[in-house]
């Protein structure tokens, strides 16, 4: 399964651009490890893309919280968050990872005083199905005492641990290492539960001796599901050499099998494996299952209302000196939307700048949409500068403004808009295109970013550019 980082990152109330979606180096989180987290996996099912285990997922990161004395957040927020960012990114199927860190500073250990701020992220995946078996190591970093709360919560700073483990297994030639308790019984992979199969019998390492893993719990209940018993004990290394099957269990590996252990091969069917895989798959394709109902979770973003007007028709057209009045009145809307004030006045010179390019006397145009029915009743607009640099080895156009009033914004207006200006770049031999971005502290920087991306633009620094096709 390919994994392909997503082009947005929710950060503290915000979606960004993943690239942007950066923490104060003074960071508590980053500075002590003070970040709770927790990962999600996004399947595809008949009815709509589901997050796995939601809610166990959203308790166990509540007492992770707990444990750090991190600020608490509703999981209401936190939810409508992991929805927003999966929205953005258009992703239907795919790997999550959230961390709740203090936003706040390093000058003290404590991470009480500071509010809680989310980060989440994810990853496209190419397909639902189950990875191939895993080879593992036996690593001699052990896990701390079960005896410890905070070292069975999900915690960034502690899997720095899990990370030393992981590197020995890469050196050995493993895909992962196989985690022990001080006392030598089994604790668990490396990220992952581990479960054997004896006889026809699931063992796993019993609470709090391993990690309370969501998909876990899954397997526990879908082999139960199969009339597949389970007990959960102290699971001796001995145990584990002797088994029929071996596999693992996460919300990144799924239901894993294991094929080889400290160089002991495992071969042969794994039946109980592919049963507990099988009842997984249904579970996602079959709606009406009974697992379905309390192990799936669908958005919780109502679908936007409609908007209470007609379709309209409108026309392009280059703008007109009759325009200037509502030129400058539009501009001023949309830098007040930009800056996020209730309005904005232009300087007085703005009217001259109209009138010049729309007799030519400057280098540019601007081209307005406007209802039949009204020629000077402006539904949008967009401005344009000839810009000569030397990057570009010549000519280039600018796009300054580019604004649509708000009731019209689900009518291609801005396409179109654009579209006047690829054909102004045509008639003028201009092989170039670029517009200025907002910040992206704009409130709906994402959402602009889109609109150029759907319309061909590329990212370039601050800008974003479009390559006109043959102008000759």
């Given amino acids: 399964m390919a994994l392909e980082l997503c082009s947005w990152t929710y950060l503290d109330g915000r979606i960004l651009p993943t690239e942007l979606a950066r923490l104060p180096v003074d960071n508590h989180a980053i500075n002590f490890g003070t970040a709770a987290f927790e990962a999600f996996r996004l399947y595809p099912t008949p009815n709509g893309s589901k997050l796995l285990g939601l809610d166990l997922h959203l308790n166990r990161l509540r007492v992770s919280m707990l444990s750090l004395g991190l600020s608490p957040v509703e999981p209401e927020a936190i939810t409508k968050a992991l929805w927003q960012m999966i929205r953005e990114n258009d992703l239907e199927q795919g790997y999550i990872r959230l961390l709740v860190y203090p936003n706040g500073n390093c000058l003290a250990l404590d991470p009480s005083p500071f509010p809680s701020a989310a980060l989440i992220l994810g990853w496209r995946t190419d397909s639902s199905g189950f990875f191939p078996p895993l080879t593992l190591g036996i690593s001699h970093i052990r896990r701390p005492s079960a005896g410890s709360t905070l070292s069975r919560a999900k915690i960034s700073g502690f899997y720095a641990v899990e ?192 009138q010049r390019l729309i007799e030519g006397k400057s280098p540019g145009a601007i081209f307005v949409a406007h209802s039949p029915e009204d020629h000077h009743s402006i539904l949008g607009l967009i401005t344009l500068n000839v810009q000569e640099s030397i990057h570009v080895g010549g000519e280039y156009v600018l796009i300054q403004e580019l604004w649509v009033h708000s009731d019209y914004r689900s009518q291609n207006i801005g396409e179109n808009l654009i579209q006047a200006v690829e054909k102004y770049c045509h008639q003028h031999k201009f092989s170039r295109m670029e517009v200025c971005l907002p910040t992206h502290e704009f409130p709906t920087f994402s959402s602009t970013h889109h609109f150029y991306q759907k319309s061909g633009f590329l990212d370039f620094g601050p800008r974003m550019i479009k390559r006109i096709g043959d102008v000759n």
């Fill in 163 to 354: 990370a030393a483990a992981d590197r020995l297994a890469k050196q050995q030639g493993f895909d992962g290492n196989l985690m022990l308790n001080p006392d030598g019984t089994i604790c668990e992979m490396t990220g992952a539960n581990i479960f054997i199969v004896k006889d026809s019998i699931l063992y796993t390492p019993m609470l709090p001796q391993s990690i309370d893993g969501v998909t876990r719990r899954l397997i526990i209940e879908l082999a139960g599901t199969l009339n597949i018993p389970v007990k959960e004990v102290l699971l001796p290394l001995g145990e584990l050499m002797v088994a029929d099957e071996i596999f693992v269990t996460g919300t990144y590996h799924g239901i894993r099998s294991i094929s080889a252990v400290g160089g002991q091969v495992f071969k042969g069917e794994c039946p109980i494996t592919q049963l507990l895989q099988d009842r997984f798959q249904k579970m996602l394709d079959s709606p009406e299952d009974e697992m379905a109902s309390r192990w799936l979770t669908g958005s919780v973003l109502g679908t936007s209302a409609p908007k209470d007007i007609a379709q309209q028709v409108y026309l392009i057209r280059p703008a007109q000196l009759t325009d200037i009045p509502a030129l400058v009145t539009s501009i001023g809307a949309l830098l007040a939307e930009i800056k996020g004030v209730s309005e904005f006045q232009l300087p007085a010179t703005s009217a001259g700048v109209c």
